[in-house]
Each structure stands twice: as C-alpha cells, then as structure tokens.
T-cell receptor
C-alpha cells in the first residue's frame, strides 16, 4: 500500500515557464513533507520542506503548497531552468522525524 | 556535496556472499538512516540509528543488519546475497531523530551476479 504517490512519472516544460509537480498522500498522521531532487548517479538532494501547520513555504524559485484536506502537496518551480531537469521525489514523515516515506518520483525535463 | 560519505561507490559480488557498506554522517549529525532503492520498489526505508542505538526499523530483511559505531559512522551488512538484493543503497543523516530534514550520501550500487 503506497502511502505517498506521485502519479506523473514524467513532466516536460519549456525553459522560463512554471513546473508543477504533484504528490498525494493517504496517511493523515504525516506531519512533515519534503521534496528532494535527484540527478543520475547521485544521492537525493534536499530541496524544500513544509510542516503540516503551514499551507505554503517558499525558497527562491521553489514553493511548496500543502492542502491537508485533500492530502495533496505540490512543488512549483518558477522560472524553470534546464539545470532543474532531474527526478523529484516527494517524501513524508510523521511523529517528529524518523523514517521518510517516498513517492515513486517524477522526472522533470526542462527544454531550452 | 551533502557531507555524507559512502563507500564503496560500486560493489559487484556473487549470490550467497556477504558485503559491508559504510557510511559517515555529516559532521554534527547523530542520526543515521539506511534506504534501499530498487527499480520496482523506489526508495524504501531500512533502518535508523541514533547515537549508537537502533531507533526504528523498516522492511529490513533478517539477512541484513546494521550498526552505528562510537564515532557515529554506520555499517550495513548484507549476507546470503540474492539476485534481488541488487539495488542502490543510500545512507542519510540528520542532526537528531526529531529533525525531519535528512541529507543523503551518493549511494552504493550493489550488483549481485
């Protein structure tokens, strides 16, 4: 039973436009959500996170939105750059840290 | 560079063998996590240590074991290896078990032939 789902395996956007990556979760006990970016042959790199007490967190070109009632979060990248091309993983944790539950990832391709 | 180091980068071995993967956490981090990434399962949590003690366990096989040493580095031991154990193994660290952001190492790619 997959508790964190990223339903889009891939996404292609034009440079300069907005990239929106989506993530759904089923476990209402999750209280912290994270996005990681992964290049081939490297480990996941922490990007941005959000606590369940907030609905938005912004860091430069990256914004994460959380809709608790819908159990949905999204990552917005504006403007998208070719260097953003990577696999993006959504992850969730509960009960003050500990293990992360990951989605299957979305491969983002930003075309010049 | 996350500051988490893992060795070796690649490991090729045969079925039935035993291997040890090593991880050094970021300076100041006390908690270490191990994850397995296989093609069909995605990133799966295996086990967590905090300051030398086992803190949480995921879907870790009985053939696998781990420990965290006094200098905080950790080792993941995989024994009686099977073809299905071929995967990327990532180590991550965080300042404390209550700290949500985890920082990942570059991984060890294990191939079992």
């Amino acid at each position: 039973d997959q508790q964190v789902k990223q339903n889009s395996p891939s996404l292609s956007v034009q440079e300069g436009r907005i990239s929106i990556l989506n993530c759904d979760y089923t476990n209402s006990m999750f209280d912290y959500f994270l996005w990681y970016k992964k290049y081939p042959a490297e480990g996941p790199t922490f990007l941005i996170s959000i606590s369940s007490i907030k609905d938005k967190n912004e860091d430069g070109r990256f914004t994460v939105f959380l809709n608790k009632s819908a159990k949905h979060l999204s990552l917005h990248i504006v403007p998208s750059q070719p260097g953003d091309s990577a696999v993006y993983f959504c992850a969730a944790s509960g009960n003050q840290g500990g293990k992360l539950i990951f989605g299957q990832g979305t491969e983002l391709s930003v075309k010049p | 560079d996350s500051g988490v180091t893992q060795t070796p980068k690649h490991l090729i071995t045969a079925t039935g063998q035993r291997v040890t993967l090593r991880c050094s956490p970021r300076s100041g981090d006390l908690s270490v996590y191990w994850y397995q990434q296989s093609l069909d399962q995605g990133l799966q949590f295996l086990i967590q240590y905090y300051n030398g003690e086992e803190r949480a366990k995921g879907n870790i096989l009985e053939r696998f074991s781990a420990q965290q040493f006094p200098d905080l580095h950790s080792e993941l031991n995989l024994s009686s290896l099977e073809l299905g154990d071929s995967a990327l193994y990532f180590c991550a660290s965080s300042h404390s078990p209550g700290y949500n952001e985890q920082f990942f190492g570059p991984g060890t790619r294990l191939t079992v032939l």
